[in-house]
């Protein structure tokens, strides 16, 4: 058996399809931000600026998160040591989940090593807590929640994006007696557009069915305390779970679901992906707490972040740029073609310092190729003026297209 | 459809089986380990000895450890803001893979955020690599790796505990000519006895099989640079691919594989629980990097760990308490009943001030429900003479049994 050569066989389709990813090295710069220093390949470094991170509300830098985790670690040291059940829950950790419940306005909540377990982990394990459960899942959910609701081979319904009525026809079709759960977000983040969540609850309230709301790009930025968007629409008293990040807009690691008392505990008791793992380090845990409870009552950074966001849009939508515009905080710029999409990409990098990943099938649809632009507080109009003029000229430069300038 | 009357049944049947878990609030002070407090639920807090965390080492209070945190937070703040691929790499990520492709002496890599997700994305990976793969796989492997190896429905067979009979009847049943692979652990942290490396590795010779090792409680406690179980028998080039923690001995948080550069690439551009999670904060990664490149050289840490290990053994056989030794760092203590096991446990807390947390079914089988000590270096005489005088004591008070003296 030649492994090599299979791997060989992997990674060239990878390379034949445009789709091999290379990883850029960055290193952001605390009290900089978005500022940041690339080291290319051979050793050398160049000034950047980051237009593609997900600390959407540039928390990473906040004196108040890193003070907490700087005194975390004068504390109690680096990790936990162990699994929540064995030695690794302290008083950091439960004090984050108290905020997390809090911020929901829910009875518990229960943290995770990332949003990505937290999904995975309770997809998994509801269907054990509820026999018999369908879950109905939005086509374009995230990875993270697909591979939950595929992992132990439940009864599962995948219903077209945001179609409330082919999600409607899927439960009418379905035993009236069944346990039943809706999986879907509340932002998906490679258009920026809003999930129904109103809508979805209607219908589950109908049909007798839970509702499980990831909130990953949403949590900090949207809602009087930023609970997300549930909460700016009035709804998080509809949501049976929520799932949240504490990487984004909290700026540090880690995810959680945050639901009834009764929910968490049996998820915390049932799920091996919570249960046999290390808990994430104090220090961690420390830092999302102080950015969770910062942000409850910082409404003027929630602000100046869709100020940054409806600004960028509109600059770009005034030179004709192909924008995808559903009044969120990303702002995806279509380019439609895989190479064009990396020769941009890496053109801005090269000769602008601005760092924005192209994003390519299979993450997006072929011919849908795009820049994925996230504007935050801490991006100023200097930094906005660069952008806008280097996606201007290189627009000219490549003769890409421009949206109908009336548009 | 009543889902809180499901929730109460599926914590019930835990209350009734003894198996519901009740978390322990704890906090080690820094400089001081393995003292810590504990906070009980009504506040009140007691100074307490960490007699059960998976800190091996003391590694989490390390000054080099922690000036790396506390450095990489000054430079580059809290979070990574991204996946890998988009905007998460740092040259702290980049540091701590050469690191670790060094200690294990292959040509790379790759960091997951935790061990336990490396096992699960890189075991469900494998078989769309190979088309076709058998995975071996110990009966008693982490509920990562079996989770992973569940996932995606590939084909699996179990073989008995260390069983090198067992393994070499299913590997000579399958087709000579389908891709194999045999996943097992260095050490099981129940038992805390060794996987038999060699013969394992002459098998996978025989029927051409690729090898998987386990080594997250051996990685930094084992070898003469800490790579764990295959460095100190000579058998780091006969793995293919090696599984190891950063949350246990190197005392800070995440997971990682080490293998060859070919299939780190292929695991990097397949998994999905690589691709689409948030990257280790970049002060993780700067703690872990500094103490595993610390504990290269720090042989005299590894040799006062297994002291402790011995004097504690040593201490505890002689008053005949049931321990099993397979002479690795772990000190099981058999009780037998899980009645007994958390009686014990809480009489330890309450009344000594010594924290070893229960372990019973289903981690362990029924009837030898147990006590599990991790000594290390951070135990002084004075907290070994506090735990063998409260053991002895106990053991006389609730007239539990002796192994024979002479054994």
Not at 124 to 150: C, Q, V, W
Not at 167 to 181: G, I, N, Y
Request: with cysteine.
């Amino acid at each position: 058996m030649d492994y090599t050569a299979h791997l060989d066989d992997a990674l060239t389709r990878l390379h034949e399809e445009g789709r091999y990813r290379t990883f850029i090295d960055i290193e952001r710069r605390r009290g900089q931000f978005p500022h940041a220093v690339w080291t290319r390949p051979d050793g050398s470094e160049q000034r950047i600026t980051v237009w593609c991170g997900n600390d959407y509300l540039g928390m990473g830098q906040h004196p108040t998160v890193l003070t907490a985790m700087h005194e975390a670690l004068e504390a109690t040291g680096a990790g936990s040591g162990g699994t929540r059940n064995i030695s690794g829950t302290t008083v950091y950790h439960k004090r984050l989940e108290t905020e997390l419940a809090d911020l929901h306005g829910k009875e518990a909540a229960l943290l995770f090593t990332s949003a990505y377990i937290a999904n995975d982990a309770t997809l998994s394990t509801l269907p054990k807590l509820f026999p018999g459960l369908i879950i109905y899942s939005d086509s374009l959910n995230h990875a993270s929640m697909i591979e939950g609701i595929r992992r132990n081979g439940g009864a599962k319904r995948v219903f077209a994006h945001n179609d409330i009525n082919d999600l409607r026809a899927k439960l009418e079709a379905d035993d009236p007696a069944a346990p039943k759960l809706i999986a879907f977000e509340s932002v998906y983040s490679m258009d920026g557009d809003f999930g129904p969540i109103a809508e979805i609850c209607d219908l589950a309230e109908d049909f007798g069915a839970l509702t499980y709301l990831d909130e990953v790009h949403a949590v900090g930025m949207y809602g009087q305390r930023g609970a997300g968007v549930a909460e700016r629409d009035g709804l998080l008293d509809r949501i049976d779970i929520v799932n949240g990040t504490l990487g984004k807009a909290i700026g540090v690691h880690g995810g959680y679901i945050a639901a009834s008392a009764k929910m968490c505990d049996a998820v915390r008791s049932y799920a091996p992906g919570f249960i046999f793992t290390t808990s994430l380090p104090p220090v961690v845990a420390a830092g999302a707490a102080a950015s969770v409870a910062h942000l409850k009552t910082d409404a003027a950074r929630r602000e100046a972040h869709q100020t940054q966001a409806t600004i960028l849009k509109t600059r770009l939508r005034g030179l004709g740029l192909p924008i995808i515009d559903h009044g969120s905080h990303i702002v995806p710029l279509i380019v439609g073609d895989p190479v064009h999409t990396k020769t941009i990409s890496d053109m801005l990098l090269t000769d602008h310092g601005i760092y924005v990943q192209p994003i390519n099938y299979p993450t997006v649809p072929r011919g849908t190729e795009r820049l994925r632009f996230t504007p935050s507080p801490v991006h100023g109009p200097r930094e906005m003026d660069a952008l806008v003029a280097a996606l201007d000229g290189l627009w000219s430069h490549c003769a890409l297209n421009r949206a109908d300038l009336a548009g």
